[in-house]
């Protein structure tokens, strides 16, 4: 049994966090990481907003089935009032905790004020934090923030110790600027700085690969947990790969036969819990697919193949297609 770490409210196990990605992290996507160790999860970025006003692609975003937990629900909004709003909204779904969005960088969301253009304005985030904590009815509230706006304004220590005071339960911090988009490095002393900043639970994100980046990411910045985003994509063993290297103990990866069984998996999954049309969930279905054989034999000829898939019995076509034309090859 790994150590735990005492967040929102509970014994959480010393591993790994799937990391909130809209369009990317969904209810399928979760569930498949859950499965591979992930100890928490978030759901994508819902507009405070979008729900106050009964969008129903917001609700939608806001169901959590049981295998997904613990998960937060995560909001963005840059208006104090319909952050208090959405909370009481949310908590008819019963999220382990509420997440605030504050380093979403897009321009659609920080040109409203919102994401990480909180991290300009940390009063106003105040406000949220303060807005979420006075209508949770004591559901945990957390921030997700980055390390600044940009070179120049690298606030994140005197950001999180705000967040803190105003009633924040947790921070994350994404080790990027909000100008560094999603490229750069991740600089992760300046997460470290947070957590000798702050008494509350700092997790630690942004550039998590591998098994020995995670273990590096704990030791190098004293974190008490760590978020892993993209490079779970087409790839939730991650998880795995995590806790055995977390243990000290060997990992061995899945070898491409068992990768294609997972990724027919997680087009069922999608087609089951989506709700969408056979056809639309496929478009869905591609944009995964497309990331579970990178760097295999012969994945450039899948991937170019996955455009194509229409249904269910086209993806179960292309796996056997593959296997029979790799099946000999020794890197497999
Ligand atoms: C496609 C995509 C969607 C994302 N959506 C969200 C989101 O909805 N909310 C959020 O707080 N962060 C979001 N992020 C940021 C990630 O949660 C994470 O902070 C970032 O990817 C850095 O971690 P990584 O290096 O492990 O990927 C998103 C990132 C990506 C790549």
């Not at 779904?93 to 304005?121: E, F, H, S």
């Not at 509230?141 to 950001?159: E, L, Q």
């Not at 991740?186 to 591998?210: E, F």
């Not at 993209?230 to 068992?258: C, H, K, Q, S």
Request: aromatic share 6%; with cysteine; proline share 5%.
């Amino acid at each position: 049994m790994s150590e735990t770490v005492r967040l929102f409210g509970k014994a959480i196990p010393k591993t790994a966090a799937l990391a909130p990605m809209a369009s990317v992290a969904d209810t399928a996507y979760r569930l498949l990481c859950m499965e591979q160790g992930a100890c928490m999860c978030t759901g994508e970025l819902i507009s405070a907003k979008g729900l106050c006003y009964g969008s129903k692609g917001s609700r939608a975003l806001c169901q959590i089935t049981a295998a997904e937990r613990p998960m937060g629900i995560q909001l963005f909004g840059s208006e104090p009032e319909y952050i208090a709003a959405a909370t009481e909204i949310i908590l008819e779904y019963k999220p382990d905790w509420i997440d605030l969005n504050m380093g979403c960088p897009v321009p659609k969301v920080v040109n409203q004020g919102a994401g990480a253009a909180l991290m300009r304005t940390p009063e106003l985030a105040e406000q949220i934090v303060q807005a979420a904590v006075s209508k949770a009815k004591g559901v945990p509230v957390g921030v997700k923030m980055r390390i600044g706006w940009d070179d120049n304004h690298r606030n994140a220590v005197s950001f999180a110790q705000r967040m803190e005071a105003a009633g924040a339960d947790a921070i994350c911090v994404h080790g990027r600027t909000r100008m560094q988009f999603y490229g750069g490095k991740a600089d992760w002393s300046a997460i470290r700085a947070v957590k000798q900043a702050v008494a509350i639970p700092v997790i630690g994100n942004g550039d998590i690969v591998t098994g020995a980046d995670a273990v590096q990411m704990y030791a190098e910045t004293g974190c008490d947990l760590i978020m892993v985003g993209r490079a779970t994509y087409g790839n939730p063993w991650v998880f795995a790969e995590i806790e055995a290297a977390l243990a000290g103990e060997a990992y061995t990866p899945p070898d491409t036969p068992e990768r294609l069984a997972g990724l027919l998996r997680h087009i069922r999954l999608i087609l089951e819990l989506s709700g969408k049309s056979e056809t639309l969930a496929m478009r869905e279905a591609r944009k995964h697919a497309l990331w579970y054989l990178k760097g295999r034999p012969g994945a450039a000829m899948f991937r170019a193949q996955c455009s194509n898939l229409q249904s269910y019995a086209d993806a179960e076509r292309l796996a056997a297609q593959y296997l029979e034309k790799y099946q000999t090859s020794e890197s497999m």
